[in-house]
């Protein structure tokens, strides 16, 4: 029988190895700087990292709403005169609105940025399957209070999309409010659990002995 080559096995050992796969940071926008935001968002999907956002419409831009509105009212007029269907497009949604400004952060021209912008996924308010997944994570550099001073203008980016043809706020504000209440429940149902193991904690605490507890406590296990 022949023996089978370096190059047989190796192509057999690959083969049962396992595609990796990153995992999925959930990002809440909520009151954070679109600018900064899309910039951090950029550069880790350029990492490799996958990335979902979440409450787009919570965004913000520095400046009044008047002003943004106006500006991007005059991005709307925008077009290509012999053939408009080419482009450019425009968006109304924020997440849309994020994505594309994170999409002139990518080399989208290349194969790395196109897998890049494959893996952000964006949406408004935060939906069940998200919700459930994992926890949510802030970018703080890239948080209003971080970025502008107290007295400066801002505007909301959901607020603004309203009055540039965007027709779903309500519906997101209708779903935002329903995930709260029903969040509000299971965190009232689950408050005497929440309890008994923080008192169960406690008790077992107090029989550790005191070199044992000094270590747990150095690494805020106690």
Not at 156 to 183: F, I, P, T
């Amino acid at each position: 029988m022949a023996v089978p080559s370096r190059k047989i096995v190796d192509r057999r050992v690959r083969k049962g190895i396992k595609k990796h796969r990153p995992d999925i940071t959930v990002i809440d926008l909520k009151d954070h700087v679109l600018g900064r935001a899309a910039a951090v968002v950029a550069k880790q999907l350029l990492l490799g990292k996958k990335i979902t956002v979440v409450r787009c419409e919570k965004l913000t831009i520095a400046g009044t709403e008047i002003r943004n509105k106006i500006k991007y009212l005059n991005f709307l007029r925008k077009r290509k005169l012999t053939n408009p269907t080419l482009g450019p497009f425009h968006h109304r949604s924020p997440s849309d609105i994020f994505t594309r400004t994170v999409r002139s952060m990518l080399p989208r021209y290349t194969k790395r940025g196109q897998k890049a912008l494959r893996q952000l996924v964006a949406y408004e308010g935060v939906p069940v399957n998200v919700a459930r997944a994992s926890a949510r994570v802030v970018i703080p550099k890239a948080q209003r209070f971080a970025c502008y001073k107290s007295e400066r203008p801002y505007t909301v980016l959901g607020n603004m999309c309203k009055h540039v043809g965007w027709k779903y706020s309500d519906v997101v504000e209708k779903l935002e409010q329903a995930r709260k209440e029903k969040s509000a429940r299971f965190f009232k149902k689950t408050e005497k659990v929440r309890a008994a193991w923080k008192s169960a904690r406690a008790a077992a605490l107090k029989k550790i002995n005191a070199s044992n507890l000094a270590v747990l406590q150095k690494f805020g296990f106690a």
